[in-house]
Protein backbone atom coordinates (compact mmCIF):
# COMPACT_ATOMS: atom_id res chain seq x y z
CA UNK A 1 0.00 0.00 0.00
CA UNK A 2 1.37 3.48 -1.38
CA UNK A 3 2.34 5.87 1.73
CA UNK A 4 1.16 8.88 -0.10
CA UNK A 5 -2.53 8.59 1.17
CA UNK A 6 -1.36 8.27 5.00
CA UNK A 7 0.90 11.39 3.64
CA UNK A 8 -2.00 13.45 2.80
CA UNK A 9 -4.00 12.70 5.66
CA UNK A 10 -1.41 13.24 8.25
CA UNK A 11 -0.97 16.47 6.86
CA UNK A 12 -4.71 17.58 6.54
CA UNK A 13 -4.42 16.39 10.73
CA UNK A 14 -1.74 18.58 11.20
CA UNK A 15 -3.24 21.33 9.40
CA UNK A 16 -6.44 21.45 10.80
CA UNK A 17 -5.11 20.74 14.78
CA UNK A 18 -2.71 23.97 13.77
CA UNK A 19 -5.80 25.88 12.91
CA UNK A 20 -7.53 24.66 16.28
CA UNK A 21 -4.60 25.46 18.42
CA UNK A 22 -5.04 29.05 16.51
CA UNK A 23 -8.71 29.36 16.86
CA UNK A 24 -8.49 28.03 20.67
CA UNK A 25 -5.76 30.62 21.46
CA UNK A 26 -7.41 33.48 19.86
CA UNK A 27 -10.69 32.82 21.71
CA UNK A 28 -9.03 32.12 25.17
CA UNK A 29 -7.44 35.67 24.87
CA UNK A 30 -10.57 36.86 24.29
CA UNK A 31 -12.27 35.37 27.60
CA UNK A 32 -9.00 36.55 29.27
CA UNK A 33 -9.52 39.50 27.83
CA UNK A 34 -13.39 40.18 28.94
CA UNK A 35 -15.70 40.08 31.99
CA UNK A 36 -18.55 41.07 30.02
CA UNK A 37 -20.64 38.98 27.88
CA UNK A 38 -18.47 38.39 24.68
CA UNK A 39 -16.54 35.80 27.25
CA UNK A 40 -19.34 33.61 27.32
CA UNK A 41 -19.62 32.69 23.37
CA UNK A 42 -15.81 32.79 23.37
CA UNK A 43 -15.96 30.33 25.62
CA UNK A 44 -17.98 28.50 23.51
CA UNK A 45 -16.17 27.99 21.02
CA UNK A 46 -13.03 27.66 22.97
CA UNK A 47 -14.51 24.85 24.70
CA UNK A 48 -15.35 23.15 21.98
CA UNK A 49 -11.99 23.64 19.91
CA UNK A 50 -10.68 22.26 23.25
CA UNK A 51 -12.40 19.12 22.25
CA UNK A 52 -12.00 18.63 18.80
CA UNK A 53 -8.26 18.67 19.86
CA UNK A 54 -8.83 15.92 22.28
CA UNK A 55 -10.17 14.13 19.58
CA UNK A 56 -7.33 14.29 17.01
CA UNK A 57 -4.93 13.08 19.14
CA UNK A 58 -5.28 9.57 18.70
CA UNK A 59 -4.52 10.09 14.76
CA UNK A 60 -1.76 12.36 15.53
CA UNK A 61 -0.12 10.42 18.11
CA UNK A 62 0.46 7.84 15.10
CA UNK A 63 1.85 10.51 12.74
CA UNK A 64 4.42 11.41 15.93
CA UNK A 65 5.56 7.73 16.54
CA UNK A 66 6.13 7.40 12.28
CA UNK A 67 7.98 11.04 13.31
CA UNK A 68 10.07 9.89 16.08
CA UNK A 69 10.97 6.82 13.42
CA UNK A 70 12.97 9.20 11.44
CA UNK A 71 15.85 11.51 12.61
CA UNK A 72 15.42 14.97 11.86
CA UNK A 73 16.12 17.95 13.79
CA UNK A 74 14.03 19.38 16.02
CA UNK A 75 11.65 16.41 16.69
CA UNK A 76 11.87 17.25 20.37
CA UNK A 77 10.47 20.46 20.03
CA UNK A 78 7.81 18.96 18.28
CA UNK A 79 7.24 16.09 21.32
CA UNK A 80 7.70 19.24 24.21
CA UNK A 81 4.84 21.25 21.71
CA UNK A 82 2.80 18.02 22.55
CA UNK A 83 3.26 17.82 26.00
CA UNK A 84 2.30 21.58 26.47
CA UNK A 85 -0.80 21.32 24.49
CA UNK A 86 -1.56 18.21 27.06
CA UNK A 87 -1.32 19.93 29.81
CA UNK A 88 -2.99 22.82 28.71
CA UNK A 89 -6.12 20.87 27.82
CA UNK A 90 -5.74 18.96 30.95
CA UNK A 91 -5.72 21.66 33.13
CA UNK A 92 -8.76 23.21 31.17
CA UNK A 93 -10.74 20.14 31.93
CA UNK A 94 -9.52 20.00 35.56
CA UNK A 95 -10.58 23.29 35.92
CA UNK A 96 -13.82 23.63 34.09
CA UNK A 97 -15.14 20.44 36.04
CA UNK A 98 -13.97 21.51 39.53
CA UNK A 99 -12.13 18.22 39.72
CA UNK A 100 -8.87 20.32 40.71
CA UNK A 101 -9.10 24.21 40.97
CA UNK A 102 -6.21 24.82 42.95
CA UNK A 103 -2.78 23.22 43.17
CA UNK A 104 -0.55 24.51 46.08
CA UNK A 105 -0.39 28.59 45.09
CA UNK A 106 -1.34 28.13 41.53
CA UNK A 107 -4.78 26.81 39.92
CA UNK A 108 -5.27 24.92 37.10
CA UNK A 109 -6.02 28.01 35.16
CA UNK A 110 -2.18 29.48 36.21
CA UNK A 111 -1.30 25.57 34.16
CA UNK A 112 -3.89 25.87 31.39
CA UNK A 113 -2.85 29.61 30.20
CA UNK A 114 1.00 29.20 30.90
CA UNK A 115 1.27 25.87 29.35
CA UNK A 116 -0.84 27.43 26.16
CA UNK A 117 1.46 30.54 26.12
CA UNK A 118 4.44 27.94 26.54
CA UNK A 119 3.16 26.42 23.55
CA UNK A 120 2.98 29.48 21.21
CA UNK A 121 6.79 30.20 19.50
CA UNK A 122 6.91 25.64 19.17
CA UNK A 123 3.77 25.90 17.21
CA UNK A 124 5.27 28.94 15.24
CA UNK A 125 8.49 26.96 14.98
CA UNK A 126 6.37 24.24 13.78
CA UNK A 127 4.64 26.17 11.26
CA UNK A 128 7.44 27.16 9.99
CA UNK A 129 9.91 24.19 10.14
CA UNK A 130 7.33 21.48 9.48
CA UNK A 131 5.27 23.81 6.26
CA UNK A 132 2.56 22.27 4.64
CA UNK A 133 1.33 23.04 1.57
CA UNK A 134 -2.38 22.83 1.30
CA UNK A 135 -3.53 20.97 -2.59
CA UNK A 136 -7.21 21.62 -3.75
CA UNK A 137 -8.38 18.05 -2.71
CA UNK A 138 -7.98 19.15 1.12
CA UNK A 139 -10.62 21.44 0.53
CA UNK A 140 -13.05 19.13 -0.93
CA UNK A 141 -16.45 18.72 0.18
CA UNK A 142 -15.85 15.16 1.70
CA UNK A 143 -12.83 16.83 3.84
CA UNK A 144 -15.08 19.89 4.86
CA UNK A 145 -17.88 17.89 5.50
CA UNK A 146 -15.50 15.60 8.06
CA UNK A 147 -14.36 18.92 9.68
CA UNK A 148 -17.98 19.82 10.27
CA UNK A 149 -18.63 16.31 11.53
CA UNK A 150 -15.57 16.88 14.22
CA UNK A 151 -17.09 20.05 14.73
CA UNK A 152 -20.35 18.60 15.70
CA UNK A 153 -19.17 15.91 17.80
CA UNK A 154 -17.32 18.47 19.70
CA UNK A 155 -19.59 20.40 20.54
CA UNK A 156 -21.33 17.73 21.47
CA UNK A 157 -19.03 16.02 23.52
CA UNK A 158 -18.62 19.50 25.26
CA UNK A 159 -22.56 20.14 25.97
CA UNK A 160 -22.78 16.49 27.33
CA UNK A 161 -19.82 17.26 29.42
CA UNK A 162 -21.55 20.22 31.08
CA UNK A 163 -24.54 18.69 31.52
CA UNK A 164 -22.74 15.58 33.50
CA UNK A 165 -20.52 17.90 35.64
CA UNK A 166 -24.15 20.13 36.48
CA UNK A 167 -26.04 16.43 36.77
CA UNK A 168 -23.44 15.03 39.68
CA UNK A 169 -23.32 18.62 41.37
CA UNK A 170 -19.65 18.84 40.39
CA UNK A 171 -17.60 22.55 41.49
CA UNK A 172 -17.50 23.40 37.80
CA UNK A 173 -21.24 23.48 37.85
CA UNK A 174 -21.60 26.94 39.47
CA UNK A 175 -18.68 28.88 37.70
CA UNK A 176 -19.41 32.32 36.30
CA UNK A 177 -20.12 32.65 32.90
CA UNK A 178 -16.33 33.52 32.49
CA UNK A 179 -15.27 30.33 33.82
CA UNK A 180 -13.99 31.64 37.22
CA UNK A 181 -15.58 30.24 41.05
CA UNK A 182 -16.72 32.48 43.35
CA UNK A 183 -14.65 32.99 46.42
CA UNK A 184 -15.26 35.10 49.25
CA UNK A 185 -18.18 37.17 48.34
CA UNK A 186 -18.55 39.90 50.71
CA UNK A 187 -16.59 38.69 53.08
CA UNK A 188 -13.34 40.20 52.47
CA UNK A 189 -10.61 37.88 54.71
CA UNK A 190 -11.72 35.10 52.78
CA UNK A 191 -10.94 36.70 49.15
CA UNK A 192 -8.26 35.54 47.74
CA UNK A 193 -4.68 37.58 47.50
CA UNK A 194 -2.98 37.73 43.36
CA UNK A 195 -1.11 39.72 41.51
CA UNK A 196 -0.30 40.21 37.68
CA UNK A 197 2.70 38.17 37.06
CA UNK A 198 5.92 38.83 38.84
CA UNK A 199 4.26 42.09 40.78
CA UNK A 200 6.02 41.74 44.75
CA UNK A 201 3.51 42.97 47.23
CA UNK A 202 5.07 46.38 48.60
CA UNK A 203 5.19 47.80 52.14
CA UNK A 204 3.92 50.79 52.04
CA UNK A 205 3.38 53.30 55.00
CA UNK A 206 0.37 55.65 55.14
CA UNK A 207 2.34 58.38 57.04
CA UNK A 208 4.65 58.28 54.17
CA UNK A 209 2.43 57.86 51.45
CA UNK A 210 1.02 60.38 48.93
CA UNK A 211 -1.54 59.94 45.89
CA UNK A 212 -0.44 62.22 43.18
CA UNK A 213 -3.71 63.26 41.31
CA UNK A 214 -5.41 66.38 39.79
CA UNK A 215 -2.58 68.42 40.31
CA UNK A 216 -1.97 68.46 44.23
CA UNK A 217 -0.68 65.52 46.71
CA UNK A 218 -3.34 63.67 48.81
CA UNK A 219 -2.55 62.09 52.19
CA UNK A 220 -3.85 58.94 52.99
CA UNK A 221 -5.98 60.09 55.09
CA UNK A 222 -7.43 63.15 53.10
CA UNK A 223 -8.49 59.71 50.75
CA UNK A 224 -9.60 57.82 53.73
CA UNK A 225 -12.18 60.34 54.29
CA UNK A 226 -14.31 60.09 51.24
CA UNK A 227 -17.10 57.82 51.18
CA UNK A 228 -18.11 56.36 48.00
CA UNK A 229 -19.28 53.22 47.41
CA UNK A 230 -19.58 51.06 45.26
CA UNK A 231 -20.42 47.33 44.80
CA UNK A 232 -18.51 45.01 42.27
CA UNK A 233 -17.20 41.89 41.13
CA UNK A 234 -13.09 41.28 40.83
CA UNK A 235 -13.15 38.33 38.24
CA UNK A 236 -9.20 37.42 38.04
CA UNK A 237 -7.63 35.79 35.26
CA UNK A 238 -6.28 33.11 37.97
CA UNK A 239 -9.76 31.43 37.96
CA UNK A 240 -11.40 33.08 41.04
CA UNK A 241 -14.21 35.56 41.26
CA UNK A 242 -15.14 37.92 44.04
CA UNK A 243 -17.63 40.25 44.45
CA UNK A 244 -17.29 43.08 47.37
CA UNK A 245 -18.93 46.48 48.59
CA UNK A 246 -16.16 48.96 47.98
CA UNK A 247 -15.61 52.65 49.59
CA UNK A 248 -13.06 54.93 48.94
CA UNK A 249 -13.45 58.42 46.04
CA UNK A 250 -14.55 58.28 42.47
CA UNK A 251 -11.54 59.16 40.33
CA UNK A 252 -13.74 62.58 39.09
CA UNK A 253 -13.50 63.91 42.32
CA UNK A 254 -9.62 63.56 42.38
CA UNK A 255 -8.64 64.39 38.88
CA UNK A 256 -11.10 67.20 38.62
CA UNK A 257 -11.30 68.50 35.18
CA UNK A 258 -10.24 66.23 32.64
CA UNK A 259 -7.95 68.09 30.35
CA UNK A 260 -6.90 64.92 28.33
CA UNK A 261 -8.53 61.79 26.61
CA UNK A 262 -7.13 59.29 28.86
CA UNK A 263 -6.34 58.39 32.49
CA UNK A 264 -3.30 56.72 33.55
CA UNK A 265 -3.31 54.98 36.82
CA UNK A 266 0.28 53.87 38.29
CA UNK A 267 1.06 51.68 41.26
CA UNK A 268 3.97 51.85 43.51
CA UNK A 269 5.07 48.61 41.44
CA UNK A 270 5.37 50.37 38.19
CA UNK A 271 2.46 48.61 36.74
CA UNK A 272 -0.52 51.05 35.27
CA UNK A 273 -3.13 50.51 33.10
CA UNK A 274 -4.94 53.28 31.09
CA UNK A 275 -8.48 53.95 30.24
CA UNK A 276 -11.51 56.69 28.34
CA UNK A 277 -10.83 59.82 30.56
CA UNK A 278 -15.14 59.26 30.30
CA UNK A 279 -15.00 56.44 32.37
CA UNK A 280 -13.76 58.49 35.60
CA UNK A 281 -17.22 58.87 37.09
CA UNK A 282 -17.60 54.97 36.96
CA UNK A 283 -14.16 54.29 38.56
CA UNK A 284 -13.39 54.43 42.18
CA UNK A 285 -10.29 54.32 43.94
CA UNK A 286 -10.96 52.42 47.16
CA UNK A 287 -9.34 52.44 50.57
CA UNK A 288 -11.84 49.63 51.84
CA UNK A 289 -13.86 46.72 51.49
CA UNK A 290 -16.20 45.69 53.29
CA UNK A 291 -16.23 47.11 57.06
CA UNK A 292 -12.48 46.52 56.84
CA UNK A 293 -9.32 49.02 55.36
CA UNK A 294 -7.50 47.58 52.60
CA UNK A 295 -4.53 45.20 53.54
CA UNK A 296 -1.72 44.91 51.78
CA UNK A 297 -2.69 42.14 49.92
CA UNK A 298 -5.32 43.33 48.48
CA UNK A 299 -3.73 47.05 47.70
CA UNK A 300 -3.10 48.99 50.71
CA UNK A 301 -3.20 51.92 50.96
CA UNK A 302 -5.60 52.33 47.72
CA UNK A 303 -6.65 50.25 44.32
CA UNK A 304 -8.57 51.09 41.67
CA UNK A 305 -12.13 48.96 41.29
CA UNK A 306 -13.13 48.53 37.55
CA UNK A 307 -16.99 47.48 37.29
CA UNK A 308 -16.64 44.78 34.14
CA UNK A 309 -12.86 44.37 33.96
CA UNK A 310 -10.75 41.70 34.31
CA UNK A 311 -8.52 41.75 37.76
CA UNK A 312 -5.45 43.03 36.16
CA UNK A 313 -7.00 46.46 35.18
CA UNK A 314 -7.85 46.91 39.12
CA UNK A 315 -4.50 48.26 39.53
CA UNK A 316 -3.01 47.75 43.29
CA UNK A 317 -0.71 50.00 45.65
CA UNK A 318 -1.57 52.93 43.50
CA UNK A 319 0.46 56.04 43.94
CA UNK A 320 -0.43 58.10 40.63
CA UNK A 321 -3.24 59.05 38.39
CA UNK A 322 -2.49 61.13 35.27
CA UNK A 323 -4.13 62.89 32.84
CA UNK A 324 -2.55 62.34 29.24
CA UNK A 325 -3.33 62.85 25.60
CA UNK A 326 -2.23 59.35 24.35
CA UNK A 327 -5.80 57.23 23.71
CA UNK A 328 -6.68 55.08 26.29
CA UNK A 329 -5.99 51.83 23.41
CA UNK A 330 -2.81 52.87 23.74
CA UNK A 331 -0.66 50.22 25.62
CA UNK A 332 -0.66 46.27 25.51
CA UNK A 333 -3.88 44.21 25.63
CA UNK A 334 -2.07 43.03 28.91
CA UNK A 335 0.58 44.45 30.97
CA UNK A 336 4.09 43.25 30.43
CA UNK A 337 5.50 43.12 33.66
Request: a positive charge; proline letters at 5%.
Amino acid sequence: MSRRPAIARGARINVALMALLAVAFLTGWLAFALATAPARWSLLVHAVGGFAILALLPWKSMIARRGMDRPRPGRWASVLLGILVLISLVAGLLHSSGVLVYWGPLTAMDFHVGAALAAVPLVVWHVVARRIRLRTVDLSRRNLLRGGLLLAASATAFAGTEIMVRATGMPGAVRRFTGSYEAGSFTPGQMPVSSWMFDAIPQIEPGSWHLTAGGRQWTYDELFAFDDHLTATLDCTGGFYSTQAWSGVRLDRLVGKADGVSIRVISDTGYDRRFPVESSRSLLLATRFGDQTLDAGHGFPARLVVPGGRGFWWVKWVSAIELDDLPHWWQSPFPLQ
